[in-house]
């Protein structure tokens, strides 16, 4: 099987896990529910459920734990995108080339799904105690999961990125970086460090993972900075050139578009050549490390 046909398969595979996730009775909260449906459901790359898989195969076959992390990672992802959109913060009517969750179910729903989805993250991340021996793990686990989600991690590039545009302040190099690392490149770091921790990685190689984590999230950004220049709707699924018809101050704005390229060079080349040092070598995962930093769309 070649990588592009693994990818889609293991896309499907995550599609199958988060459907089951999600197939919960709900009660009277069931319209809330179907929001949040809509919300997880609605496409995606799948790429840190997959990149936690991956990360768990560096070091063993995959483990039990792991598909209550892979379906939690995804509905943490979902959640932030939810409340991105909203008017309240980028003001997106289009993802994935549909319409978002607020412009179908109302900034009221929207909100509550957002919220919906973090919480049943975590409710099933917690369903991984049910199939261990080894509650210490996923309690490791959990712990890095809800740090990287939480303040000191994207929700706190988040607030900084918001409050910046607020202020209407012109961003320094550490500034955006923090933002970058943070609000995109947490939930990865977490992604490859939980697949190692459920494999019974070291601590140095988990470390190790959350640095190669940090490299490859800084660099998709400063691409998705680039694709918000030279992509088109029809491959984004979503508008183009908001961030110039906004003011908002981007790694291409800030040092151009010839700069942006290359720094992804260099941070991609490094986060690669970390996953080549490790003694079990993951070729599918490099392959996707190098798709997601080149990527089109």
Do not use: W
Request: proline share 2%; with cysteine; aromatic share 8%.
């Amino acid at each position: 099987m070649n990588f592009h046909d693994e990818l889609e398969q293991k896309v499907s595979d995550v599609n199958e896990l988060l459907t089951k996730a999600l197939s919960v009775d709900t009660g009277y909260a069931e319209y809330l529910m179907d929001a949040m449906r809509y919300s997880v459901m609605g496409g995606g790359k799948r790429i840190r459920p997959i990149l936690m898989l991956e990360s768990c195969k560096l070091f063993k076959d995959p483990v039990p734990e792991l598909p209550y992390f892979m379906a939690a990672i995804e509905l943490i992802h979902s959640y932030s995108l939810v409340h991105d959109d909203m008017p309240c913060i980028d003001n997106d009517e289009y993802r994935r080339g549909r319409k978002t969750t607020h412009a179908v179910y109302g900034e009221t729903t929207a909100l509550l799904a957002g919220d919906g989805l973090l919480n049943f993250a975590f409710e099933t991340a917690t369903r991984a105690f049910n199939v261990t021996d080894d509650a210490a793990k996923v309690g490791k686990a959990i712990t890095i999961l809800a740090k990287m989600a939480g303040i000191f991690g994207m929700i706190g590039g988040q607030a900084a990125d918001v409050q910046s545009e607020k202020d209407g302040e012109r961003l320094t190099e550490d500034k955006l970086l923090f933002i970058h690392e943070n609000k995109t490149a947490a939930l990865i770091e977490s992604s490859l460090m939980i697949g190692a921790v459920l494999a019974g990685a070291s601590d140095d190689d988990v470390k190790k993972l959350m640095e190669i984590g940090s490299g490859i999230g800084i660099a998709f950004q400063i691409r998705d900075d680039i694709l918000d220049v030279e992509g088109s709707f029809e491959e984004l699924g979503k508008d183009i050139g908001s961030d110039a018809e906004n003011g908002k101050v981007t790694y291409v704005t800030l040092y151009g578009l010839e700069k942006a390229k290359a720094d992804v060079a260099a941070y991609s080349d490094e986060a690669l050549n970390g996953l080549k040092s490790f003694q079990r070598r993951n070729e599918f995962l490099e392959t996707l490390v190098e798709s997601l930093i080149n990527r089109n769309k």
